[in-house]
């Protein structure tokens, strides 16, 4: 063993290795009876494409750059693609492509032909949940039109396009299954026997997360819905997805007792303390897929999550075994085959197939492969810390490791807290080389899921409601101060870094706590005041009347919370970064921030990316990104880091 300080440790784990392990499998799905599902591509623009897995298990790429395989639906996206077999026993697929947002129909062997019209007004015309109906000539999917240039000037409806191109240069071919009643829908879920329909539906100012709506209609032998009903939800209940059992009985995961469960014609299958559902930030998410049987694939757990087969009469829950402790909100099954998208700490995502017989689960898509030995890879550790007034605050914790190097005796390790997403979201306990990338060098990482997080129940996640920039700030801050109180970090040397709503808390907590020497902030939202007054997109549009309370009310606390209040107080070295594409957390937000902090003596940089959006997908912006923050702690923390480009600090 080699002794050295801590964050000058080297490591086989570089940025570049870190960006090309970015990302994950999505969205699986059959086509006949293969197995297909999204993948990303960060040296490939940070596109990504369709996979199928023949039945020799070979893995095949079906569409080649510059197509890429994503919905802008709400921004965040949807379920892009859907696949059947043909009457001439190819595949039939169809898919919306990122950059013009129409529909495409695709025959492997051909070229992807559009199915929708181009709009120019505003954002479009964008599609999501597709429902592949060959039968009738149609696709069934979500349809979100913009009517002017506003990014709340837009409506969104079940619709019907036709498969054989005839909408692809005329608007009016696209048939709208219902009256835009609701501002926000999901994809049509359609009964075994053809003649009902479910789908979910909100409007403003709940989130999915708050309350939704169970709508039901009935099919006539047009194609057209009648008796559009509730059939449950509601402003306080949040259903997160509907299905139809092989027997035609309704299914859906609702948090009516506080936690997401899974109930059949409204009576509970397994009542439990642990999530059967989450939060609905993309349109298509699936955490159970009932099987032909009348058995239910669901992914389930508490904080982290299991692939498990739900047996409705008994109420039991068989989980899969194998090493994966995290399924993503994905499933897809055919007869009694299921496949899902698993990871853990010592692999990344791999699609999973599970026979629902035999009990066996495989590998069957995206093999995890070690990279670099994995000897180097972090040991998380589960804890639960104690927050202000004795909250509990849940958190994984990764200590600095590897195999050749430890510190000398007496020096604790800088630590670097990361704050997730959303708000209304959780750090995944997987494999991740951006983390491993600090802590192969002697950097420790600490990921909190503060109050508001998922996976903990419905009284968790409100423990931000009107907290937003309190609740976080403190969790985070609570995490920090244990470790170093506890002996376990070096309180003159923590950081904390987040993006998005992460990149708010991190910002929030340089700006309100003394507690950290430096930190990284990534598309974050900065100034709430003109976020939450048409700044950002409609999905969020109104997120901040439960995260903050109504503007119009509480117009104060909004410039209370806001980091780009106070400026002044900022004293911490700090790296802001930004893609300049971002609808979401617009750049906007950045500059009058960096504004109030240019001249005040506090050492920062800024990295603007073009053609990144929210959240960065391309290898090279992940690797800039990535080497910018480690050398931020470099300077502040006193690390010697040879082979990184220093991050130019300026006042």
């Given at each position: 063993?080699?002794?050295?300080?801590?964050?000058?440790?080297?490591?086989?784990?570089?940025?570049?290795?870190?960006a090309?392990?970015?990302?994950?499998?999505?969205?699986?799905g059959?086509?006949?009876?293969?197995?297909?599902?999204?993948?990303?591509?960060?040296?490939?623009?940070?596109r990504?494409?369709l996979?199928?897995?023949?039945?020799?298990g070979?893995?095949?790429?079906?569409l080649?750059?510059p197509?890429?395989?994503?919905?802008?639906?709400?921004?965040?996206?949807?379920?892009?693609?859907a696949?059947?077999?043909?009457?001439?026993?190819?595949?039939?697929?169809?898919?919306?492509?990122?950059?013009?947002?129409?529909?495409y129909?695709?025959?492997?062997?051909?070229?992807?032909?559009?199915l929708t019209?181009?709009?120019?007004?505003?954002?479009?015309?964008?599609?999501?949940?597709p429902?592949?109906?060959?039968?009738?000539?149609?696709?069934?999917?979500?349809?979100?039109?913009?009517t002017g240039e506003?990014?709340?000037?837009?409506?969104?409806?079940?619709?019907?396009?036709?498969?054989d191109g005839?909408?692809?240069?005329?608007?009016?071919?696209v048939?709208?299954?219902?009256?835009?009643?609701?501002?926000?829908?999901t994809?049509?879920?359609l009964?075994?026997?053809?003649r009902?329909?479910?789908?979910l539906?909100?409007?403003h100012?709940?989130?999915?997360?708050?309350?939704?709506?169970?709508v039901?209609?009935e099919?006539?032998d047009?194609?057209?819905?009648?008796?559009?009903?509730?059939?449950?939800?509601?402003p306080?209940e949040?259903?997160a997805?509907?299905d139809?059992?092989?027997?035609g009985?309704?299914?859906?995961?609702?948090?009516r007792t506080?936690?997401w469960?899974l109930y059949?014609?409204?009576?509970?299958?397994?009542?439990?303390?642990?999530?059967?559902?989450?939060?609905?930030?993309?349109?298509?998410?699936?955490w159970f897929?009932?099987?032909d049987?009348?058995?239910?694939?669901?992914?389930?757990?508490?904080?982290?999550t299991?692939?498990?087969?739900l047996?409705p009469?008994s109420?039991?829950?068989?989980?899969?075994?194998?090493?994966?402790?995290?399924?993503?909100?994905?499933l897809a099954a055919l007869?009694e085959?299921?496949?899902?998208?698993?990871a853990?700490?010592?692999s990344?995502?791999?699609?999973?197939?599970?026979?629902a017989?035999?009990?066996?689960?495989?590998v069957?898509?995206?093999?995890?492969?070690d990279?670099?030995?994995?000897?180097?890879?972090?040991?998380?550790?589960?804890?639960?810390?104690?927050?202000p007034?004795g909250?509990?605050?849940h958190?994984?914790?990764?200590?600095?490791?590897?195999?050749?190097?430890?510190?000398?005796?007496g020096e604790?390790?800088?630590?670097?807290?990361?704050a997730?997403?959303?708000?209304t979201?959780?750090?995944?306990?997987?494999?991740?080389?951006?983390?491993?990338?600090?802590?192969?060098?002697?950097?420790?990482?600490?990921?909190?899921?503060?109050g508001g997080?998922?996976?903990?129940?419905?009284?968790?996640r409100?423990?931000?409601?009107?907290?937003?920039?309190?609740?976080?700030?403190e969790d985070?801050?609570a995490?920090?101060?244990?470790?170093a109180?506890e002996g376990?970090a070096?309180?003159?040397?923590?950081?904390?870094?987040?993006?998005?709503?992460?990149?708010?808390t991190?910002?929030?907590?340089?700006?309100?706590?003394?507690?950290?020497?430096?930190?990284?902030?990534?598309?974050p939202?900065?100034?709430?005041t003109?976020w939450g007054?048409?700044?950002?997109?409609?999905?969020e549009?109104?997120?901040?009347?439960?995260?903050i309370g109504p503007?119009?009310q509480?117009?104060?606390?909004?410039?209370?919370?806001?980091?780009?209040?106070?400026?002044?107080r900022?004293?911490?070295?700090?790296?802001?970064?930004?893609?300049?594409d971002?609808v979401i957390?617009?750049?906007?937000?950045?500059a009058?921030?960096?504004?109030?902090?240019?001249?005040?003596?506090?050492?920062?940089a800024?990295?603007?990316?073009e053609?990144?959006?929210?959240?960065?997908?391309?290898?090279?912006?992940?690797?800039?990104?990535?080497?910018?923050e480690?050398?931020?702690?470099?300077?502040?923390?006193?690390?010697?880091?040879?082979g990184?480009?220093e991050?130019?600090?300026?006042?």
């Open positions: 063993m080699r002794t050295t300080a801590y964050g000058s440790w080297p490591s086989p784990i570089d940025a570049a290795l870190a090309a392990h970015d990302g994950h499998p999505d969205w699986v059959f086509v006949g009876d293969e197995t297909w599902w999204t993948e990303p591509r960060p040296g490939e623009g940070g990504r494409t996979v199928r897995r023949a039945a020799d070979a893995e095949e790429s079906v080649p750059a197509w890429n395989v994503r919905s802008r639906v709400i921004e965040y996206g949807g379920r892009p693609w696949g059947t077999m043909g009457d001439d026993g190819r595949p039939l697929v169809v898919f919306t492509h990122f950059a013009d947002q129409r529909l129909r695709y025959e492997p062997g051909g070229e992807p032909s559009p019209p181009l709009s120019a007004v505003g954002g479009g015309l964008r599609w999501a949940e429902l592949l109906r060959p039968e009738r000539g149609e696709v069934w999917c979500v349809l979100e039109e913009f506003g990014p709340g000037e837009v409506r969104r409806v079940p619709a019907a396009v036709p498969l005839s909408a692809a240069t005329d608007r009016a071919a048939r709208e299954l219902t009256d835009a009643r609701h501002r926000f829908v994809g049509p879920r009964s075994p026997d053809g009902s329909v479910v789908w539906a909100w409007d100012p709940r989130m999915p997360w708050d309350g939704t709506e169970l039901r209609a099919v006539a047009d194609g057209t819905l009648h008796g559009v009903r509730t059939v449950a939800g509601g306080r949040a259903i997805q509907a139809w059992s092989a027997d009985r309704l299914l859906y995961a609702s948090d506080g936690w469960n059949r014609d409204g009576t509970p299958l397994c009542p439990r303390e642990e999530e059967f559902g989450g939060p609905l930030w993309t349109l298509g998410q699936n897929a009932p099987l049987s009348g058995l239910v694939a669901v992914v389930h757990g508490r904080g982290s299991r692939l498990g087969i047996d009469d109420g039991e829950v068989v989980d899969a075994a194998g090493p994966w402790t995290e399924f993503a909100p994905t007869g085959k299921v496949v899902a998208v698993g853990s700490p010592r990344a995502h791999e699609v999973v197939e599970l026979d017989v035999t009990g066996r689960a495989r069957v898509g995206a093999p995890h492969q990279p670099v030995d994995p000897a180097y890879y972090p040991e998380p550790q589960i804890r639960t810390f104690t927050g007034a909250r509990e605050v958190a994984h914790i990764y200590p600095p490791h590897h195999p050749g190097c430890v510190a000398p005796g604790l390790p800088p630590y670097v807290i990361w997730h997403g959303g708000p979201s959780r750090a995944p306990l997987v494999l991740d080389l951006a983390i491993a990338y600090f802590t192969s060098r002697g950097i420790g990482v600490a990921e909190v899921d503060y997080s998922t996976g903990h129940g419905r009284a968790y409100e423990r931000l409601r009107e907290q937003w920039g309190v609740v976080d700030v985070c801050a995490v920090a101060l244990a470790l109180d376990t070096d309180r003159d040397r923590l950081a904390i870094r987040g993006g998005s709503a992460g990149g708010w991190a910002a929030a907590s340089l700006t309100t706590t003394d507690v950290y020497a430096c930190g990284t902030i990534a598309y939202v900065l100034d709430l003109s007054s048409g700044e950002t997109h409609d999905f549009s109104r997120y901040l009347e439960s995260l503007l119009d509480v117009p104060a606390r909004y410039a209370e919370r806001s980091p780009s209040e106070h400026a002044d900022l004293t911490a070295p700090f790296l802001l970064l930004q893609g300049l971002d957390c617009p750049p906007a937000q950045c009058r921030f960096l504004a109030r902090v240019r001249g005040r003596g506090v050492p920062h800024y990295l603007a990316f053609g990144e959006g929210h959240g960065f997908r391309r290898a090279d912006t992940m690797v800039r990104a990535l080497e910018a480690l050398s931020l702690y470099a300077q502040v923390f006193g690390l010697r880091v040879p990184i480009p991050l130019e600090l300026i006042t």
